[in-house]
């Protein structure tokens, strides 16, 4: 019973910070797409926006993943401190 515990409580943590990790990556590819809004196409600084917005896609791709899987594992994100899942 307790190893069940373990792995429910497994699940809960990797939920919680995938759905904290959205919220950052959203604000990530947000600031982005606006900064993008405002360099000129053939300027340096847009291929580097360019590629930053691909590696935050793939982030936000994989931990939607995470997300999908702890779905799979019956847990759901709540409101809750990491500090209090992982004790």
Not at 24 to 49: C, F, K
């Given at each position: ?10 699940g ?13 990556l ?51 994100p ?10």
């Amino acid at each position: 019973m307790e190893r069940i515990t373990r792995i429910d409580r497994t699940g809960a943590v990797a939920a919680a910070a995938a759905h904290d990790w959205n919220e950052e990556l959203t604000v990530i590819l947000s600031s982005i797409d606006s900064l993008l809004e405002t360099v000129t196409a053939s300027g340096p600084a847009r291929q580097i926006l360019l590629e930053l917005r691909g590696a935050a896609q793939r982030c936000a791709w994989k931990s939607s993943g995470l997300l999908n899987f702890a779905a799979r594992r019956g847990a759901r994100p709540s409101a809750a401190s990491m500090e209090s899942l992982i004790t």
